[in-house]
Each structure stands twice: as structure tokens, then as C-alpha cells.
């Protein structure tokens, strides 16, 4: 795999990324081991890869009554399976994984949520999240209110379709350009970290 073009856009390297990038992927390349391949593949062009990282976390890196971070990395994985993006459930797989504490829960996501052993709020999450990401226009409000019903705030009901829709364009985004995971995330979450 790691032979493989991380994209088949332009890939600048470190040096010639705006600074406020260069920062932000010097962190998370220190936190993590590695950067992950969409942030190379997002970097040429800088405002949008910011613009999404932003948004990205602002989704993501909260915990709320209703979703954990957890619970949020489930919905991406569960979307990002409906929509066949390898790239995105391999690495929010690791992640959920990660965060869940769980080394079996993600895949179960992935092939199959309707069986995976979630709890019955997290069903309805994902019922309704898998839907948006692939037959929008099915989502009533009724859908809506049977999330509220399992105890997530406005916020929470936000929340879902807001995730779902950054991960509709990062699910289009990496197979426009053909990002490959990184094989670090196949091992995060499964084995000790070293």
C-alpha cells in the first residue's frame, strides 16, 4: 500500500505548506506517529483543508449529553461504510475504535450496524444518519423527533446531520482522490501502542 500516490491532485510537501497547516500537521503527526494521508491530500489546496479541518473539529472533538466522541466516530464509520469509503471507515474505524475502547465494535459498524451491539439510542442514531448519507430526502421530522425521544438535545440532533454531511464531502472527497488509508490505522486500536 504505502507504494500507492496518496492522491491524484498535487501533494506539496511540508516546506511548502501555509504555516498555520504546518503547525497543525506537525502536531498531529507528533500525537499520532504518522499524518494521516487526506491531510497531505487536502493540503494543496490550504484555505478549504482548513475550512474543513475547522469544521471537522468542531463536530468531532466534543462530548455531549447525547454523543459521545465515540458515539461520533460510529456515525462517521457507519455513513462512510454506505457510502464505500475505504479511506474513511478504515481510519475513523481506528479512532472509534480508540475511543470506544472497543477493538471489535467499529468493524461490526462497518459491515453491519443493524447487528452490531450498540445500545438502542445509538440504533436509532445510526438508523437515521445512514439514511441522510444515502437517501436524504427519506428524513422526516419524525426521525428528528425519535432522536430527541432518546434523550439527544438540539444540539445532539444538530450534531448528527451536521457530521454526516462534512463526512458526505470527506467520503466524496477521497474517492475524487483516490486517497488510500494509511497502514498505521489497520493496527491502531487492535494491538498496543509502542
Not at 475547522?54 to 461520533?72: F, V
Request: proline residues 7%.
Amino acid at each position: 500500500m504505502s507504494d500507492r500516490p496518496i492522491s491524484r491532485f498535487p501533494v506539496p510537501s511540508p516546506e511548502e505548506l501555509a504555516p498555520e497547516l504546518r503547525e497543525r500537521y506537525a502536531e498531529v503527526q507528533e500525537r499520532s506517529g504518522f499524518l494521516p494521508n487526506v491531510f497531505g491530500a487536502l493540503a494543496w489546496r490550504p484555505a478549504e483543508a482548513a475550512a474543513f479541518f475547522a469544521l471537522h473539529d468542531a463536530l468531532m472533538d466534543k462530548e455531549t449529553p447525547g454523543l459521545s466522541k465515540a458515539d461520533r466516530e460510529l456515525v462517521v464509520v457507519a455513513t462512510s461504510a454506505a457510502n464505500d469509503c475505504l479511506y474513511c471507515v478504515v481510519a475513523h474505524g481506528a479512532i472509534a475504535r480508540i475511543r470506544a475502547r472497543d477493538p471489535y465494535l467499529a468493524d461490526q459498524v462497518a459491515v453491519d450496524w443493524r447487528k452490531a451491539p450498540l445500545s438502542a439510542r445509538m440504533h436509532a442514531v445510526l438508523e437515521v444518519a445512514v439514511r441522510l448519507a444515502v437517501d436524504p430526502a427519506t428524513v422526516t421530522t419524525a426521525d428528528l423527533d425519535r432522536l430527541r425521544g432518546h434523550g439527544l438535545t438540539e444540539d445532539d440532533v444538530w450534531d448528527v446531520g451536521a457530521i454526516v454531511s462534512l463526512f458526505a464531502l470527506s467520503n466524496r472527497l477521497a474517492h475524487w482522490a483516490a486517497i488510500p488509508p494509511n497502514e498505521e490505522f489497520f493496527l491502531m486500536g487492535r494491538v498496543p501502542r509502542q
